[in-house]
């Protein structure tokens, strides 16, 4: 009878039209998800029918009035949206296409762990105060969730002709990991006078929903308000408040081209969310240690680097050069990165060739049924740039480093591709569906 309270508790507050219009103002053209009251394990839906034909969206009243119908199992709770906003969203393939992308929301998220609201209202300041820095104000607004916070940059702040040259994801990706590198050292120093865990993550990714206005936390019952960098001061956790909230929504508010310069430095010193791999999550706070890291969570490591490090191993299986196979390794995660970019298909068969020879006055090898150009050193390059064994050791190598040794995740990588028959080697689609896709997002996971 409790349980039955509660939930008509939630369904009584999800009725209030104030509470269904900011919903669905935000959610319009995003790709929604769903979660239920607290389990043992978090359950959440994101598509229309078991058969993940139809992703779930919410545009209407009725959406909302059909997901308490058809999920009444789950108890539904908390509502959450993309931080992107699609063209199309009629299947799950439109998902997956860079190109599908209208317009992205920079989202800075803001924890404490042992901390109150009001330690986590001091590192919002300071990103707030460095985005002004930025030129960019009058379209940021604070999402409180209930249990921390997150900073959010409207996405009508980037203009048409910004986004006509950068993919959103991309420009969204950089401001967010661009302004969190300068504050990095405050972050730092905040925690160490407050005496409590703060942090600061870009969770900006091509899949990850975050918590839409007025919506119930998941656990507590509190609602996620909405404030403007003015009423940071003022904050108090009673503004989340299930009976009245206190909800500004002005989250609405933008200027055009407000982040457009801030997006074009950052894209000058950050890769693009597609060029850096989509796995990467930058952390800035203290912890135990209280230095800035990069979260060695699980895919730490990105698709970038497992990309070249498995194309390397490869090489290497197939022809035993070490030095060739670092090469060719970074420029088929270069190729991918590239080709994912633009939405490109990438696993075209072609037809073998000899390892090497003249066309127009370029060198190209041929990897099985894979093609690449050589320079005339005989390392490969693309766009008009030499991949060289150093250049793999900086990019990759480096960068495995900060989580596992090398040299092991080396002798895993030869161990798992060269479990593989040689045709399926020697086949670039082969190769990229049956070995590389399946492993992308947990391949070093317990390295």
């Known amino acids: 009878m409790l349980a039955y309270a509660v939930v008509l ?30 389990a043992e394990k978090r359950t959440f839906i994101r598509y229309w029918h078991r058969g993940r034909s139809k992703p779930l969206t919410i545009n209407t009243e009725h959406d909302i009035d059909e997901i308490f119908k058809r999920f009444f199992w789950l108890k539904p709770r908390t509502f959450y949206a993309s931080a992107g906003i699609y063209k199309s969203l009629a299947n799950p393939q439109a998902l997956e296409a860079p190109d599908n992308i209208a317009a992205s929301t920079p ?22 105060d460095e985005l002004a820095k930025l030129g960019i104000s009058r379209s940021v607004y604070i999402l409180w969730s209930g249990n921390g916070a997150h900073v959010r940059i409207h996405e ?31 972050v730092e120093q905040l925690s160490k006078e407050r005496g ?28 996620a308000v909405c404030l403007k960098p003015n009423e940071i001061n003022d904050f108090d956790i009673s503004w989340a408040s299930l009976e009245s909230p206190r909800h500004n929504p002005a989250w609405r508010d933008f200027s055009e081209g407000e982040a457009d310069n801030a997006a074009q430095i950052a894209l000058t010193e950050i890769p693009g969310y597609f060029a850096a791999a989509s796995e ?44 060739k196979a670092k090469s060719f390794g970074l ?20 037809e073998a060739t000899r390892p090497a020879y003249e066309t127009r006055e370029k060198l190209v090898a041929s990897v099985g049924d894979e093609q690449a150009y050589l320079s005339s050193e005989g390392w ?30 080396w002798a895993k990588a030869v161990e798992y591709v060269r479990s593989f028959d040689r045709k399926v080697l020697e086949s670039q689609r082969d190769f990229y569906e049956k070995v590389y896709q399946p492993v992308r997002d947990k391949f070093l996971r317990e390295a």
């Not at 969770?203 to 019952?221: E, G, N, Q, W, Y």
């Open 280 to 323: 990467v999550r930058l952390v800035v706070g203290e912890e135990k240690t209280g230095a800035a890291r990069e979260s060695p969570r699980v895919a730490a490591i990105g698709r970038f680097q497992i990309m070249a490090l498995l194309q390397a191993a490869r090489y290497y299986i197939l022809f035993g050069d070490l030095d």
């Open 9 to 38: 508790s939630v369904k009584d507050y999800y009725a209030r039209r104030d509470v269904r219009q900011e919903i669905i103002d935000f959610c319009r053209g995003r790709w929604a998800a769903l979660e239920g009251e607290e």
């Open 331 to 350: 420029n088929r995660a270069i190729f991918y990165a590239w080709a994912k970019k633009r939405g490109t298909a990438t696993t075209r068969r072609r």
């Open 156 to 186: 009508g702040a980037f203009s048409r002709g910004l986004l006509q040259r950068h993919n959103p994801l991309d420009a969204a990706y950089a401001i967010v990991a661009y302004v969190l590198k300068r504050i990095a050292k405050n």
């Open 380 to 409: 490969f390059t693309i766009g008009g740039d030499v991949q060289t064994p150093r250049d793999y050791d900086r990019e990759i190598v480096s960068r495995i480093e900060r989580f596992i040794p090398y040299e092991e995740a």
């Open 107 to 128: 989202t800075f998220d803001v924890d404490c762990e042992r901390g109150g609201f009001k330690d986590v209202m001091s590192v919002v300041g300071l990103v707030v």
């Open 196 to 223: 409590v865990s703060l942090k600061v993550e870009n969770l900006m990714d091509i899949k990850r929903v975050f918590t839409a206005p007025l919506s119930l936390h998941r656990r507590l019952d509190l609602a």
